[in-house]
């Protein structure tokens, strides 16, 4: 948070953000006043800084709702094909910001506070951020929902409103303890409750095949209520809708139970129900089979294609019946997109709505389910890949179990047709599992019942052919495609690779008494670059007019400033001390069960920071910032946690290294916080076992930011350096054919530790205790699954990786070359926006065109 500024420093601050017209700040001031009076009732006298974000939130907020309700009129009138976007996870992060950029109304704003005696930064740091995702999925998801709005495309996204987003982390005495993230507290100003919407969901029950149909009865209902959220585009007067759907028990009360004393057991039900959006599930990519969280998945899709079927028949503008009732047409005017298997039970939940309600036949109800769906597959990990028991489907979803025995039974009778005798691969590809507990495959599921299936990246669409989807497109022909790739917001798979590797880096260092140097890491926000002159790039890919676009000290102040800023922000250090800093180096990762949590190989950067201060010591010095979040019931990662914060304790402590290496571990990592980080990075540290990784969710942040890569060819790292070229990255390590040579032959990892001294001594240190000194023992389990039981082959990358972040070292001596790298990343990741990526996923999936042009804002004739 930014330092108070007094009385005196506000009359001689200089808004610089841009000038606003008078009347704009006039009435901005007017409406905050207003809102702070009659919304919040206060008055100056009482009002605290966070009544003060309220009544500007409501003020900005009143700048969308025109824009809202003209939007929604304009796709009525128009009746255009809607894309439906289900996501159980939105990492939305703050909405003010953002809402204020693509408004116009930034300098406004800042104006506005300015006259008004407040601080912008202050105010924006009192918004909570909505946490409803756990990383690279739900940040995607939020991305994409900008971006449609953005393009012009009638777009909604749904999914659910948790109580309790992705939790707050603490380091406690060097372990992670997870608090609640209670980001409800003070209200949300930006939703808006739509009860008149409000859905029943059914779960439990039994099935009744009649002469009339299928029926689906004595079930449990919940009701779904929707609470809408507004998405702005960047400056085009279109504002689409994100519908959260949050859980509530139905409003019969049996007077009767109550009489008889069974008030409590009664109030229990109750909360049962609405435990169904309570929390968040903590990890995004490991699948356990929970009740809860298959009751999640089809509470969010059983409501949205209520909605979905509403909207649908109702599409008239002016018009409250339905007027659409012949559901053939259904794949024309609507687009759903399963991000992941989350929500794949839009699949069996349409047919049984088509088939049960609306009474089509199986073929003809198959056929629009087919062409209405797509799926974007995350991650091929088995571990991360939903596989749901038959006995809880029969319990929780009866009916919706037979559909998928169905779906299994038509799927496999086309395959042995087309392959007869071929019971291997029928087995492959049954959506049914056997073995000691029968499951069914969600991921088949998602496949067999979509028109198109795209991975986040080309690699990972390759790799879902090469493995699991080879033999579904060959039979279905459906669309695997490999160009539709995620840009920049994007899961990392390998997170204990890279920290472990981290890890052995900073022993490595440590050994060698603090010798080298090495870089910072960073994750950035998204950032659209529209490059209208193609002949810009291509001079800078010519090795043209590098010079004039960027002088290597202007970016080196530029960096300086940055990073002043974001220390005193982060680390609250004395400024004095900051000026000693010279050499920073910062990790960025989240964990999750099926990320490589144990050794820095995915390091998310690495970024060496110089500023050209004259200290008094004149030492150089390499700070480690951390921030690493492991989910709650993953013991590995909580022990990678453990094993950086006790080499900090040792590193930081030792009177024989000082203040030339330090290792800081930065609680809490979201959003927010990577925003702060993001500008200031050097260097991305992007690195999986080759084959393995899905894309990556901060690479193409940084690079967009002016960090260069260092990492393996995996993930969108292969996509990068075509784009940049690959001598503008730092590439090292096995590649895909090395890998699956390396599992033909054998993978031994004592045979690295023997050979390599350095990687030896670490090892050492870290089983013998160094680290652990009341806890000799504490490593020891980590020790040995790095070398008996490592499927990621960490120390087969450790040689190379070092040798790699010595060539780091040295070309960042020249800051001229390594500016004309960065301005070769810069101009190279033009192809990874979300506009773009969603530009394609319209053309080449939904069947609509996308638009820059503007409507009419509310203030304009019509």
Same mark, same amino acid.
């Given at each position: 948070?930014?330092?108070?500024?007094?009385?005196?420093?506000?009359?001689?601050?200089?808004?610089?953000?841009?000038?606003?017209?008078?009347?704009?700040?006039?009435?901005?001031?007017?409406?905050?006043?207003?809102?702070?009076?009659?919304?919040?009732?206060?008055?100056?006298?009482?009002?605290?800084?966070?009544?003060?974000?309220?009544?500007?939130?409501?003020?900005?907020?009143? #700048?969308?709702? $025109? /824009?809202?309700?003209? =939007?929604?009129?304009?796709?009525?009138?128009? @009746?255009?094909?809607? !894309?439906?976007? +289900?996501?159980?996870?939105?990492?939305?992060?703050?909405?003010?910001?953002?809402?204020?950029?693509?408004?116009?109304?930034?300098?406004?704003?800042?104006?506005?506070?300015?006259?008004?005696?407040?601080?912008?930064?202050?105010?924006?740091?009192?918004?909570?951020?909505?946490?409803?995702?756990?990383?690279?999925?739900?940040?995607?998801?939020?991305?994409?929902?900008?971006?449609?709005?953005?393009?012009?495309?009638?777009?909604?996204?749904?999914?659910?409103?948790?109580?309790?987003?992705?939790?707050?982390?603490?380091?406690?005495?060097?372990?992670?303890?997870?608090?609640?993230?209670?980001?409800?507290?003070?209200?949300?100003?930006?939703?808006?409750?739509?009860?008149?919407?409000?859905?029943?969901? #059914?779960?439990? $029950? /039994?099935?009744?095949? =009649?002469?009339?149909?299928?029926?689906?009865? @004595?079930?449990?209902? !919940?009701?779904? +209520?929707?609470?809408?959220?507004?998405?702005?585009?960047?400056?085009?007067?279109?504002?689409?809708?994100?519908?959260?759907?949050?859980?509530?028990?139905?409003?019969?009360?049996?007077?009767?139970?109550?009489?008889?004393?069974?008030?409590?057991?009664?109030?229990?039900?109750?909360?049962?129900?609405?435990?169904?959006?309570?929390?968040?599930?903590?990890?995004?990519?490991?699948?356990?089979?929970?009740?809860?969280?298959?009751?999640?998945?089809?509470?969010?899709?059983?409501?949205?294609?209520?909605?979905?079927?509403?909207?649908?028949?109702?599409?008239?503008?002016?018009?409250?019946?339905?007027?659409?009732?012949?559901?053939?047409?259904?794949?024309?005017?609507?687009?759903?997109?399963?991000?992941?298997?989350?929500?794949?039970?839009?699949?069996?939940?349409?047919?049984?709505?088509?088939?049960?309600?609306?009474?089509?036949?199986?073929?003809?109800?198959?056929?629009?389910?087919?062409?209405?769906?797509?799926?974007?597959?995350?991650?091929?990990?088995?571990?991360?890949?939903?596989?749901?028991?038959?006995?809880?489907?029969?319990?929780?979803?009866?009916?919706?179990?037979?559909?998928?025995?169905?779906?299994?039974?038509?799927?496999?009778?086309?395959?042995?047709?087309?392959?007869?005798?071929?019971?291997?691969?029928?087995?492959?590809?049954?959506?049914?599992?056997?073995?000691?507990?029968?499951?069914?495959?969600?991921?088949?599921?998602?496949?067999?019942?979509?028109?198109?299936?795209?991975?986040?990246?080309?690699?990972?669409?390759?790799?879902?052919?090469?493995?699991?989807?080879?033999?579904?497109?060959?039979?279905?022909?459906?669309?695997?495609?490999?160009?539709?790739?995620?840009?920049?917001?994007?899961?990392?798979?390998?997170?204990?690779?890279?920290?472990?590797?981290?890890?052995?880096?900073?022993?490595?260092?440590?050994?060698?008494?603090?010798?080298?140097?090495?870089?910072?890491?960073?994750?950035?926000?998204?950032?659209?670059?529209?490059?209208?002159?193609?002949?810009?790039?291509?001079?800078?890919?010519?090795?043209?007019?590098?010079?004039?676009?960027?002088?290597?000290?202007?970016?080196?102040?530029?960096?300086?400033?940055?990073?002043?800023?974001?220390?005193?922000?982060?680390?609250?250090?004395?400024?004095?001390?900051?000026?000693?800093?010279?050499?920073?180096?910062?990790?960025?990762?989240?964990?999750?069960?099926?990320?490589?949590?144990?050794?820095?190989?995915?390091?998310?950067?690495?970024?060496?920071?110089?500023?050209?201060?004259?200290?008094?010591?004149?030492?150089?010095?390499?700070?480690?910032?951390?921030?690493?979040?492991?989910?709650?019931?993953?013991?590995?990662?909580?022990?990678?946690?453990?094993?950086?914060?006790?080499?900090?304790?040792?590193?930081?402590?030792?009177?024989?290294?000082?203040?030339?290496?330090?290792?800081?571990?930065?609680?809490?990592?979201?959003?927010?916080?990577?925003?702060?980080?993001?500008?200031?990075?050097?260097?991305?540290?992007?690195?999986?076992?080759?084959?393995?990784?899905?894309?990556?969710?901060?690479?193409?942040?940084?690079?967009?930011?002016?960090?260069?890569?260092?990492?393996?060819?995996?993930?969108?790292?292969?996509?990068?350096?075509?784009?940049?070229?690959?001598?503008?990255?730092?590439?090292?390590?096995?590649?895909?054919?090395?890998?699956?040579?390396?599992?033909?032959?054998?993978?031994?990892?004592?045979?690295?530790?023997?050979?390599?001294?350095?990687?030896?001594?670490?090892?050492?240190?870290?089983?013998?205790?160094?680290?652990?000194?009341?806890?000799?023992?504490?490593?020891?389990?980590?020790?040995?699954?790095?070398?008996?039981?490592?499927?990621?082959?960490?120390?087969?990358?450790?040689?190379?990786?070092?040798?790699?972040?010595?060539?780091?070292?040295?070309?960042?001596?020249?800051?001229?070359?390594?500016?004309?790298?960065?301005?070769?990343?810069?101009?190279?990741?033009?192809?990874?926006?979300?506009?773009?990526?969603?530009?394609?996923?319209?053309?080449?999936?939904?069947?609509?065109?996308?638009?820059?042009?503007?409507?009419?804002?509310?203030?304009?004739?019509?």
């Amino acid at each position: 948070m930014a330092k108070p500024l007094t009385d005196q420093d506000r009359r001689k601050q200089i808004s610089v953000r841009g000038l606003a017209g008078v009347e704009n700040v006039s009435d901005l001031k007017t409406n905050f006043n207003r809102h702070l009076h009659f919304t919040l009732v206060k008055d100056r006298n009482v009002a605290t800084k966070r009544d003060y974000y309220f009544a500007l939130a409501n003020t900005v907020r009143d #700048h969308l709702v $025109g /824009r809202w309700i003209r =939007t929604q009129q304009h796709y009525y009138e128009k @009746d255009p094909k809607r !894309v439906y976007y +289900l996501s159980l996870e939105f990492y939305m992060g703050r909405t003010l910001q953002n809402t204020m950029v693509n408004l116009a109304l930034e300098n406004a704003c800042d104006e506005a506070t300015y006259q008004l005696g407040l601080d912008m930064e202050e105010l924006q740091d009192i918004e909570e951020d909505a946490g409803l995702g756990n990383g690279g999925l739900g940040r995607l998801a939020a991305c994409f929902l900008d971006s449609m709005a953005s393009l012009g495309l009638a777009a909604y996204g749904y999914g659910i409103r948790y109580e309790f987003g992705i939790f707050n982390q603490k380091i406690v005495e060097g372990w992670q303890v997870e608090e609640a993230d209670d980001w409800l507290r003070y209200g949300n100003p930006w939703e808006k409750a739509r009860p008149e919407y409000m859905r029943p969901v #059914h779960f439990y $029950g /039994r099935v009744e095949h =009649t002469e009339e149909g299928v029926k689906w009865v @004595d079930t449990q209902v !919940v009701l779904a +209520l929707p609470y809408d959220t507004p998405v702005p585009g960047y400056r085009n007067n279109i504002v689409n809708t994100m519908r959260l759907w949050s859980a509530k028990a139905p409003c019969d009360f049996n007077l009767k139970d109550f009489n008889v004393g069974g008030y409590i057991q009664a109030v229990l039900d109750r909360n049962l129900a609405e435990n169904i959006s309570r929390v968040l599930y903590p990890n995004d990519n490991f699948f356990e089979g929970k009740e809860l969280r298959l009751k999640q998945e089809y509470f969010v899709v059983a409501a949205t294609l209520q909605d979905i079927i509403r909207r649908f028949k109702a599409s008239k503008f002016g018009s409250t019946e339905f007027v659409r009732l012949d559901l053939a047409s259904l794949p024309d005017k609507v687009a759903i997109q399963l991000n992941d298997t989350h929500p794949a039970m839009a699949i069996p939940e349409l047919m049984r709505i088509l088939v049960d309600v609306e009474k089509l036949t199986w073929v003809k109800a198959w056929d629009i389910v087919v062409r209405t769906c797509a799926y974007t597959n995350h991650t091929v990990l088995p571990e991360a890949l939903e596989r749901w028991p038959v006995d809880l489907f029969q319990n929780l979803l009866p009916r919706h179990l037979e559909i998928i025995y169905e779906i299994n039974r038509r799927h496999l009778e086309r395959i042995a047709t087309l392959y007869p005798g071929d019971l291997d691969r029928m087995r492959r590809m049954s959506l049914i599992e056997e073995g000691d507990v029968k499951k069914i495959n969600m991921a088949h599921l998602c496949i067999v019942g979509s028109h198109a299936v795209n991975g986040v990246a080309r690699i990972h669409s390759e790799i879902i052919k090469d493995t699991f989807a080879a033999h579904l497109e060959e039979t279905y022909k459906v669309k695997i495609n490999p160009n539709s790739m995620f840009d920049v917001h994007v899961k990392r798979i390998h997170e204990y690779k890279r920290q472990l590797l981290n890890c052995l880096h900073i022993i490595t260092l440590y050994n060698r008494g603090c010798l080298s140097i090495f870089f910072l890491p960073v994750l950035g926000k998204q950032i659209w670059i529209q490059s209208e002159s193609e002949s810009f790039l291509s001079s800078i890919r010519n090795q043209e007019g590098t010079e004039q676009v960027m002088d290597p000290q202007d970016r080196h102040d530029w960096r300086k400033g940055v990073w002043l800023k974001v220390f005193h922000y982060v680390l609250f250090l004395p400024f004095a001390y900051l000026l000693s800093i010279i050499y920073f180096l910062i990790r960025l990762p989240i964990f999750s069960k099926n990320k490589k949590q144990v050794i820095p190989h995915n390091t998310v950067s690495c970024f060496l920071k110089t500023f050209s201060i004259h200290v008094l010591n004149s030492s150089l010095v390499l700070i480690y910032l951390l921030c690493l979040q492991a989910a709650p019931g993953y013991h590995t990662a909580k022990m990678i946690i453990k094993l950086i914060t006790s080499i900090g304790d040792v590193v930081n402590n030792d009177p024989m290294v000082g203040d030339r290496l330090k290792v800081i571990y930065l609680e809490n990592y979201r959003v927010t916080l990577a925003e702060k980080v993001i500008p200031a990075s050097d260097l991305s540290e992007q690195i999986s076992t080759a084959g393995t990784e899905a894309s990556g969710t901060g690479n193409m942040k940084f690079m967009l930011n002016g960090a260069l890569t260092i990492g393996t060819m995996d993930g969108a790292n292969v996509e990068m350096a075509e784009e940049a070229g690959e001598e503008n990255l730092f590439i090292f390590g096995m590649r895909v054919p090395d890998v699956k040579a390396m599992d033909i032959k054998g993978y031994d990892a004592m045979s690295y530790y023997n050979r390599i001294p350095e990687l030896k001594q670490a090892m050492d240190q870290i089983s013998g205790g160094l680290f652990s000194p009341s806890q000799p023992d504490l490593f020891k389990d980590l020790v040995s699954m790095l070398m008996q039981h490592d499927r990621f082959k960490v120390f087969a990358d450790y040689e190379e990786y070092i040798k790699c972040q010595e060539r780091v070292s040295e070309l960042y001596k020249d800051p001229k070359e390594w500016t004309k790298m960065v301005i070769h990343n810069i101009a190279g990741c033009g192809k990874f926006s979300s506009d773009r990526t969603i530009s394609q996923y319209a053309r080449e999936i939904w069947g609509m065109e996308p638009s820059l042009e503007k409507i009419a804002a509310p203030d304009d004739p019509r």
